[in-house]
C-alpha cells in the first residue's frame, strides 16, 4: 500500500490535474468571500501534496486534513466554522460525508455532481453542480435563498 501511496503522489506531482475552470472558481471565490477553506479525510502528506502541486494553497484560509482515526468530517467542518468564526457556509463536496458535515452544522450542502460520488450518495445536498465553473453561482443562490 505504501508503494502504490508513493507511486500516487509522484504521479499527482507530475501528472496530476485539477478538474477544468478549478482555478478561476477559485478566484472568484476567494475574492466573493470572507473565507475558503479545505477539509478532507486524506491524510495531511497527500493532501499538502495535491495543493501544493497544482498551486492552489494560496486561495485556503484552512487546510484540515484528518489527522487520527477519531477525527471525522462533521467534527472537523465544525472546527474550521469556528476557527474562522463563520456563522454560514457552504460545504461543497461529493461523498455523503460532505452533505452531512454541511447539514450537522448548519450550513448548506453542494454537491460536486463531477466528483467520485454516486447519484445517490449526496441526494440531500441543497444544489448539485454539474462542473466546477458552476459553483460560484449556485453558492451564491444556495446561501440567498
Known amino acids: 500500500m505504501r508503494l502504490i501511496d508513493a507511486k500516487e503522489m509522484a504521479l499527482s ?3 496530476g490535474q485539477l478538474f477544468p475552470k478549478v482555478i478561476d472558481v477559485l478566484e472568484s471565490l ?5 473565507a475558503l ?5 486524506g491524510e495531511p ?8 502541486s497544482q498551486g492552489i494553497r494560496h486561495f485556503f484560509d484552512v487546510v484540515r486534513c484528518r489527522a487520527n482515526e477519531l477525527d471525522n468530517k462533521p467534527a ?3 472546527e474550521i466554522i469556528g476557527n474562522l468564526g463563520l456563522t454560514e457556509g457552504v460545504v461543497t463536496g461529493d461523498r455523503r460525508k460532505d452533505a452531512e458535515a ?16 454516486s447519484e445517490d ?25
Not at 476567494?30 to 470572507?34: A, F, L, T, V
Not at 477553506?37 to 479525510?41: D, V
Not at 441543497?126 to 462542473?131: L, M, R
Open 45 to 52: 502528506e497527500h493532501a499538502g501534496t495535491i495543493i501544493d
Open 102 to 117: 454541511a447539514k450537522r452544522n448548519s450550513l448548506r450542502a453542494m454537491r460536486a455532481g463531477y466528483g467520485y460520488g
Open 121 to 145: 450518495e449526496l441526494k440531500d445536498a441543497d444544489a448539485v453542480a454539474h462542473a466546477a465553473s458552476e459553483m460560484p453561482d449556485l453558492i451564491t443562490q444556495v446561501l440567498d435563498s
Open 76 to 78: 472537523m467542518v465544525a
Open 37 to 41: 477553506a479545505t477539509c478532507t479525510n
Open 13 to 15: 506531482k507530475s501528472k
Open 30 to 34: 476567494h475574492r466573493d468571500y470572507e
